[in-house]
């Protein structure tokens, strides 16, 4: 017995292992990455260095499009659940670069859930995204809103989803999309928001405001992310299911600088107009988490913002 674990040296794949690793879990847990350099590799190999040391937790660098490698992989271990977290991420990337997300996303992805059926897998989570919705304003968005992507990164996870609804309609195979919405917080991402001003304030890195600022955010702390992997780990899977995992409180970029700038060296920020594959709003509803889940409690965005702070201030220099 084992669970799976794919995008391991990525931001959410890593934190759920060490949220796994936290709680002392004696069941086997096999990473796998294929550790592409969309963003510093020296970050992905500080978070594997980290799951290294944990427990039955084992590392190969394995890339979804390595079916001969995934089906050995299969075989020997014997997993009951598989964790995707593995894509080509970030949406203004696959304005220039589609075919990495068709690789991963779409090949890579149809590799790992065919595999799970065959292996009859029975818990299946993939990541999905807000970014489904495109610019649908009917906030907070419900799970089942029409979906209308306006970038290639969200119609790759339209189609993930529109992939596993069919496994299950034609084969009975059961899987959980779970679609986040802006996640942040310590070892982010290099290229979201957060991340990119505090690297511009310590690293004297630019920092360009996309929409003179205007954007607006559901984010949501890693560590509620993780939390609330492990509350839905714990339930049955019955059907094809779909979760927004998102805070239900969006905010406006600009109050994050204001935030930041009281707790920060001041730095120029540079404001540019709108990025045409860009939503101007993201908000969901999470009353179908909750209620699953009962976890009703958020962090407090300002609270996480001074954790996520402190913590990239003593790791500044991974990010250089
Ligand atoms: N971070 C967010 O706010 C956010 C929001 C919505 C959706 N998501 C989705 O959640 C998942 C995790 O996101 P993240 O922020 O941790 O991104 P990330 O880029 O940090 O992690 C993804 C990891 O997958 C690996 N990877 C990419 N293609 C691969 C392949 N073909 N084979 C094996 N490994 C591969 C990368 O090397 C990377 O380490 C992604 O599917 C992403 O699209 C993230």
């Not at 294929?34 to 190969?60: E, T, V």
């Not at 306006?150 to 309609?169: H, I, P, S, V």
């Not at 928001?193 to 004297?204: G, P, Q, R």
């Not at 509350?231 to 998102?246: F, G, P, S, T």
Request: with cysteine.
């Amino acid at each position: 017995m084992a669970i799976l674990i794919t995008g391991a040296a990525g931001f959410i794949g890593y934190s759920f292992c060490e949220k796994l690793a936290k709680i002392n879990l004696k069941t086997k847990v096999i990473c796998i990455d294929n550790i592409n350099n969309y963003y510093s590799i020296k970050i992905k190999k500080a978070r594997l260095k980290k799951i290294k040391n944990f427990s039955n937790f084992k590392f190969f660098k394995i890339d979804l499009n390595n079916i001969i490698k995934l089906k050995k992989l299969f075989s020997k271990y014997k997993f009951t659940e598989v964790y995707n977290f593995a894509a080509q991420a970030g949406v203004r990337y696959s304005e220039t670069n589609p075919s990495a997300y068709t690789k991963s996303n779409i090949e890579g992805f149809i590799n790992l859930i065919t595999l799970s059926k065959e292996n009859n897998i029975k818990k299946f989570f993939y990541a999905s995204s807000s970014s489904v919705y495109g610019d649908n304003k009917n906030y907070p968005l419900k799970e089942n809103e029409i979906l209308f992507p306006k970038n290639f990164y969200g119609m790759t996870k339209k189609l993930n989803e529109d992939f596993a609804k069919m496994y299950y309609e034609n084969y009975k195979f059961k899987s959980v999309g779970l679609r986040f919405f802006t996640v942040f917080g310590e070892w982010g991402r290099p290229d979201m928001f957060m991340i990119k001003y505090l690297n511009a304030v310590y690293n004297s890195k630019k920092f360009y405001l996309n929409n003179y600022g205007k954007h607006v955010r559901d984010f949501t702390y890693i560590e509620d992310v993780t939390d609330i992997l492990l509350k839905l780990r714990n339930k049955k899977i019955v059907k094809n299911d779909i979760y927004n995992i998102c805070s239900n409180n969006p905010v406006g970029l600009i109050k994050i600088i204001n935030y930041f700038q009281r707790i920060s060296p001041k730095i120029k920020v540079k404001k540019r107009g709108f990025q045409k594959s860009d939503v101007y709003k993201t908000h969901g509803c999470n009353k179908k988490l909750v209620t699953i889940t009962k976890r009703k409690k958020f962090t407090n965005v300002f609270l996480a913002l001074k954790k996520t702070h402190d913590w990239f201030f003593k790791y500044r220099n991974l990010y250089r």
